[in-house]
């Protein structure tokens, strides 16, 4: 089923960055189309934190208030879908310009002026067995998200499948949560190496980290981690498996571990369709954009929340979305005064000492 409708806006993604786009449209009464296949990186979590007058509630019931928000506005509307092709075309009912048309697997197609993909990132689970079980719920890879509520266990920091200066950085962050210090002296922060710290064969920025953070009480552990266990129901938590150079293994307690896996783009199949560009960040590819308006390489596309944003949180995907109703707006004004310009030119229109509605107000051209 092909809608016959012109969108001004279709919106692929209805996380924060989609809904905030579709807010500031609302605002300048530009219509758009949400589409969503209600799938969300954040599934599993209970809470959101570090989002200001949202600071611990439900992400579904930030969503919620968010729709409730837009719809008083009367011009979105939604659809459930998966979408697996975008293209941009020649759209006979915008005077022939390039706009963008998207089908869903199930047959369904719509067509818009411009495109927003607020279609985020997946984190790629590693390899370690008991990850995917413990994933996100005592695994935390933002430490402003997570790990607050349980900062008085003991946590450690997971350097898998090697560490990183990235894992050293979060030892300080999780030393920020957590100042006190267990009975053995130490902080409760223990780095989880996955095997033998060589400070003078790794670069040298993660080898000085390493031995600040060691002089602030952080625990050191080069025992290979070959399995994480879940804890539940007795505590909450996860146990983690160590084995050393002697084959002993050990079974460890902490509140949470600190992990930030690699990500993919979710969208590759249309990022690759449209032609966009995309650059490497810290932890994987995003798509790249303009600053502040989020614009790509494909005039009329933009990426707005995770798939963008080289830091993903649900501010940031906030931020980029309102810069993408902006440049979607100035986008379309452009194209709206276009229209305006060429109308007075086929009408052959001289606007000279009075106004095109006969006021006598003079218009400079």
Same mark, same amino acid.
């Given at each position: 089923?092909?809608?016959?409708?012109?969108?001004?806006?279709?919106?692929?993604?209805?996380? *924060?960055?989609?809904?905030?786009?579709?807010?500031?449209?609302?605002?300048?009464?530009?219509?758009?189309?949400?589409?969503?296949?209600?799938?969300?990186?954040?599934?599993?979590?209970?809470?959101?934190?570090?989002?200001? !007058?949202?600071?611990?509630?439900? *992400?579904?019931?930030?969503?919620?208030?968010?729709?409730?928000?837009?719809?008083?506005?009367?011009?979105?509307?939604?659809?459930?879908?998966?979408?697996? +092709?975008?293209?941009?075309?020649?759209?006979?009912?915008?005077?022939?310009?390039?706009?963008?048309?998207?089908? $869903?697997?199930?047959?369904?197609?719509?067509?818009?002026?411009?495109?927003?993909?607020?279609?985020?990132?997946?984190?790629?689970?590693?390899?370690?067995?008991?990850?995917?079980?413990?994933?996100?719920?005592?695994?935390?890879?933002?430490?402003?998200?997570?790990?607050? =509520?349980?900062?008085?266990?003991?946590?450690?920091?997971?350097?898998? *499948?090697?560490?990183?200066?990235?894992?050293?950085?979060?030892?300080?962050?999780?030393?920020?949560?957590?100042?006190?210090?267990?009975?053995?002296?130490?902080?409760?922060?223990?780095?989880?190496?996955?095997?033998?710290?060589? $400070?003078?064969?790794?670069?040298?920025?993660?080898?000085?980290?390493?031995?600040?953070?060691?002089?602030?009480?952080?625990?050191?552990?080069?025992?290979?981690?070959?399995?994480?266990?879940?804890?539940?129901?007795?505590?909450?938590?996860?146990?983690?498996?160590?084995?050393?150079?002697?084959?002993?293994?050990?079974?460890?307690?902490?509140?949470?571990?600190?992990?930030?896996?690699?990500?993919?783009?979710?969208?590759?199949?249309?990022?690759?369709?449209?032609?966009?560009?995309?650059? *490497?960040?810290?932890?994987?590819?995003?798509?790249?954009?303009?600053?502040?308006?989020?614009?790509?390489?494909?005039?009329?596309?933009?990426?707005?929340?995770?798939?963008?944003?080289?830091?993903?949180?649900?501010?940031?995907?906030?931020?980029?979305?309102? !810069?993408?109703?902006?440049?979607?707006?100035?986008?379309?004004? =452009?194209?709206?005064?276009?229209?305006?310009?060429?109308?007075?030119?086929?009408?052959? +229109?001289?606007?000279?000492?009075? !106004?095109?509605?006969?006021?006598?107000?003079?218009?400079?051209?």
């Amino acid at each position: 089923m092909t809608t016959t409708r012109l969108y001004d806006a279709l919106i692929i993604g209805s996380g *924060p960055g989609g809904l905030t786009v579709a807010l500031g449209l609302a605002r300048q009464s530009r219509s758009c189309l949400v589409i969503s296949h209600q799938r969300f990186r954040n599934d599993g979590i209970k809470a959101s934190h570090a989002v200001l !007058g949202h600071d611990h509630v439900h *992400p579904q019931a930030i969503l919620a208030k968010a729709r409730e928000q837009i719809d008083r506005y009367g011009n979105t509307s939604y659809a459930e879908a998966e979408i697996v +092709t975008a293209q941009r075309r020649n759209i006979a009912r915008w005077h022939g310009r390039k706009g963008f048309q998207v089908k $869903s697997k199930d047959g369904r197609s719509w067509t818009g002026k411009t495109l927003v993909l607020a279609t985020g990132v997946g984190d790629v689970m590693p390899a370690l067995e008991g990850y995917q079980e413990n994933w996100p719920r005592n695994i935390y890879q933002c430490l402003f998200c997570d790990g607050w =509520e349980r900062r008085r266990s003991e946590k450690a920091i997971l350097g898998f *499948p090697s560490f990183k200066l990235h894992d050293s950085k979060m030892a300080s962050m999780a030393l920020g949560q957590d100042t006190d210090r267990g009975d053995d002296g130490f902080a409760r922060v223990t780095m989880l190496t996955n095997g033998p710290f060589e $400070s003078d064969k790794t670069d040298p920025a993660t080898a000085k980290q390493v031995k600040a953070v060691m002089t602030r009480g952080v625990k050191l552990d080069e025992r290979k981690v070959i399995q994480l266990e879940n804890a539940e129901p007795d505590r909450e938590g996860v146990y983690v498996h160590l084995k050393d150079e002697g084959g002993r293994i050990e079974r460890v307690f902490f509140g949470f571990l600190v992990h930030k896996p690699d990500t993919r783009l979710n969208a590759e199949r249309l990022i690759e369709q449209l032609g966009l560009e995309i650059v *490497p960040g810290m932890f994987g590819n995003v798509v790249k954009t303009e600053p502040m308006i989020p614009a790509t390489n494909v005039p009329g596309v933009y990426a707005a929340g995770d798939s963008g944003n080289l830091m993903t949180h649900v501010t940031t995907a906030m931020s980029s979305g309102m !810069g993408a109703a902006g440049g979607i707006v100035h986008y379309l004004n =452009e194209k709206d005064d276009e229209d305006g310009l060429s109308m007075v030119k086929q009408q052959d +229109t001289v606007i000279e000492g009075r !106004g095109v509605d006969g006021t006598g107000c003079s218009i400079d051209t």
